[in-house]
């Protein structure tokens, strides 16, 4: 397929940029310095010419009055001087001749004309009595520039037009053999750039320009074949992403069943070792739900994500206080931070009142981001506040910090802090436990809600985790990213 040629109304628009009108115009530029220097040229030359034509015309007629002179006198001598001058100032450019003998006026013929040259010429003669003279002429004539100047236009005509019929040819064939592949080269990019692959450059040529068109057109069929074999890589994962989605879904299911069974059971069997005075029991039975419920936590976590992977996550806003959802936060995660022997602190900032938001996951936020503190924190202190503040777009929000003076994280790790089963470091899973999927969960779950969700860490003096949320939920999620 050969890409179409240029449109006039391209050329029209985009003639400043094109190589045509740039290479054209430089070859009409070197016509035209070359038809200059061809006119300088020519008119010394002609210059030159009629000079020396004037100056032969009059040494020659010199000479002949010389001659009429040694052998005639009186009337005699100026009847055939008229002659010859008549005869000059008939066929020469000469419009007036004065002649001089002995430095007097001796005769003259031809009209005065102002603003002309003179030639003047003088020589020895004697005469026919034997006596020594001397006869200057003085001949008058239009000036030289004035006479050329009719003969260089036709010499600027004969010698200019093919010179400049040569660089319209010349012009014209750079354009056929140079700057029209290029045109359609730029034309071809740029509906390359556009999306069509398809399009593909005429390859009749022998030269460079037919080697361009030959590796141009493998390049494209080799881009189209990549984005082939992408767009059926792409299928494949997205159709194993939607298999693994859909079974960790199932076997979340399946397995949360069992577990809230023996959750169930273990705390039955709990309440009748209390009852029966068999308090060696009670330790371990703790010890089962205590991992059970944290089994089910695992669980719902990996539930979660499937679903937003799956994009069949929903969002229930409630319009509630910011203050009692802080509140139930905080004295939930209470025996976690004082666990460790930390101190936990709670400040609600003025003007933060109600929020119209999806509950259950915000308190799933605060306490994903308050848990983790208290994990990586021992016998320091844990900061939890929020403040009026406003989003990027200007929104009305409210800002909640989590701020702790726990481990910290090291700068080249937090990059990847929010990114699916991955922790700080290896030894920090080994020491603390943990699965990774609290901070990924939390960041996707406030992009769902329109909020931000960052993080500040200095490794040995805390971290701190500011999450801004806008009083309003969108009606339309933020993508996940």
Same mark, same amino acid.
């Given at each position: 397929?050969?890409?179409?040629?240029p449109?006039?109304?391209?050329?029209?628009?985009n003639?400043r940029?094109?190589?045509?009108?740039?290479?054209s115009?430089?070859i009409?530029?070197?016509?035209?310095?070359?038809?200059?220097?061809?006119?300088?040229a020519?008119?010394?030359?002609?210059?030159?010419?009629?000079?020396?034509?004037?100056e032969?015309?009059a040494?020659?007629i010199?000479?002949?009055?010389?001659?009429? !002179?040694?052998?005639?006198?009186?009337?005699?001598a100026?009847?055939? %001087?008229?002659?010859?001058l008549?005869?000059l100032?008939?066929?020469?450019?000469?419009s007036?001749?004065?002649?001089?003998?002995?430095?007097?006026?001796w /005769?003259?013929?031809?009209?005065?004309?102002a603003?002309q040259d +003179?030639?003047?010429?003088?020589i020895?003669?004697i005469?026919?009595n034997?006596a020594?003279?001397?006869?200057? +002429?003085d001949?008058y004539?239009?000036?030289v520039a004035?006479i050329?100047?009719?003969e260089?236009?036709?010499?600027?005509l004969? $010698?200019?037009?093919?010179?400049f019929?040569?660089?319209?040819?010349?012009?014209?064939?750079?354009?056929?053999?140079?700057?029209?592949p290029?045109?359609?080269?730029?034309?071809?990019?740029?509906?390359?750039s556009?999306?069509?692959?398809?399009? &593909?450059?005429a390859?009749?040529? #022998?030269?460079?320009?037919?080697?361009?068109?030959?590796?141009?057109?493998?390049?494209?069929s &080799?881009l189209?074949?990549n984005q082939?074999?992408?767009?059926?890589?792409?299928? #494949?994962?997205?159709? $194993?992403?939607? @298999?693994?989605s @859909?079974?960790?879904?199932?076997?979340?299911?399946?397995?949360?069943t069992? !577990?809230?069974?023996?959750?169930?059971?273990?705390?039955?069997?709990?309440?009748?070792?209390?009852?029966?005075?068999?308090?060696?029991?009670?330790?371990?039975?703790? *010890?089962?739900?205590?991992?059970g419920?944290? !089994?089910l936590s695992?669980?719902?976590?990996i539930?979660?994500l499937?679903?937003?992977?799956?994009?069949?996550?929903?969002?229930?806003?409630?319009?509630?206080?910011?203050a %009692?959802?802080?509140?139930?936060?905080?004295?939930?995660?209470?025996?976690?931070?004082? *666990?460790?022997?930390?101190t936990?602190?709670? &400040?609600?900032?003025?003007?933060?009142e +109600?929020?119209?938001?999806?509950? %259950?996951?915000?308190r799933?936020?605060? /306490?994903?981001l308050?848990?983790?503190a208290?994990?990586?924190?021992?016998?320091?202190s844990?900061?939890?506040?929020?403040?009026r503040?406003?989003?990027?777009?200007?929104?009305?929000?409210?800002? /909640?910090?989590v701020e702790? %003076?726990?481990?910290?994280?090291?700068?080249?790790k937090l $990059?990847h802090l929010?990114?699916?089963f991955?922790?700080?470091?290896?030894?920090?899973? &080994?020491?603390?436990?943990?699965?990774?999927?609290g901070?990924?969960?939390?960041?996707?779950f406030?992009?769902l809600?329109?909020?931000t969700?960052?993080?500040?860490?200095?490794?040995? *003096?805390?971290?701190k985790?500011? /999450?801004v !949320?806008?009083?309003?939920?969108?009606?339309?999620?933020?993508?996940?990213?």
């Open positions: 397929m050969t890409s179409p040629r449109t006039t109304s391209d050329w029209r628009n003639w940029a094109s190589i045509a009108v740039k290479i115009g430089t009409m530029w070197l016509v035209v310095a070359v038809l200059f220097l061809v006119n300088i020519v008119q010394w030359n002609v210059e030159q010419k009629v000079r020396e034509e004037l032969k015309s040494e020659h010199i000479f002949e009055i010389n001659e009429i !002179l040694e052998v005639a006198e009186g009337d005699d100026i009847a055939r %001087t008229r002659d010859v008549q005869h100032l008939a066929t020469e450019e000469y007036r001749v004065e002649i001089f003998v002995d430095e007097r006026f /005769f003259g013929l031809g009209s005065e004309v603003n +003179m030639l003047s010429r003088s020895r003669i005469d026919a034997a020594t003279h001397v006869l200057r +002429m001949f004539h239009p000036r004035d050329v100047k009719s260089r236009k036709w010499l600027l004969v $010698a200019g037009l093919p010179i019929v040569m660089g319209l040819v010349l012009a014209g064939l750079v354009h056929v053999i140079v700057a029209r290029i045109q359609e080269l730029v034309t071809a990019t740029r509906r390359v556009e999306g069509e692959l398809e399009i &593909r450059l390859e009749n040529r #022998q030269d460079e320009f037919g080697s361009l068109a030959t590796f141009f057109n493998q390049m494209l &080799r189209q074949q082939r074999d992408l767009a059926a890589a792409l299928d #494949q994962a997205e159709t $194993a992403n939607r @298999a693994k @859909a079974f960790l879904a199932n076997m979340s299911h399946e397995l949360r069992p !577990l809230n069974a023996i959750m169930g059971y273990s705390e039955m069997v709990e309440e009748e070792a209390q009852d029966a005075g068999h308090s060696q029991y009670i330790a371990d039975l703790k *010890r089962i739900r205590s991992s419920a944290y !089994l695992l669980i719902n976590d539930l979660d499937s679903k937003i992977e799956a994009g069949k996550f929903e969002l229930y806003a409630e319009r509630f206080k910011v %009692t959802l802080m509140e139930d936060v905080m004295v939930t995660v209470k025996p976690l931070i004082e *666990r460790n022997g930390n936990g602190e709670m &400040r609600i900032g003025r003007g933060v +109600m929020i119209y938001t999806d509950m %259950t996951r915000l799933q936020i605060l /306490f994903n308050l848990s983790n208290a994990k990586f924190t021992h016998h320091g844990i900061k939890f506040y929020a403040d503040a406003l989003t990027s777009g200007g929104e009305p929000a409210v800002e /909640f910090h702790d %003076t726990g481990i910290g994280i090291a700068p080249e $990059a929010f990114e699916d991955t922790q700080a470091d290896v030894s920090t899973t &080994r020491k603390y436990g943990g699965t990774g999927l901070l990924s969960i939390s960041r996707r406030a992009q809600m329109g909020g969700l960052i993080v500040e860490s200095e490794p040995g *003096r805390g971290s985790f500011t /999450f !949320l806008p009083l309003t939920q969108p009606e339309v999620a933020t993508p996940i990213t």
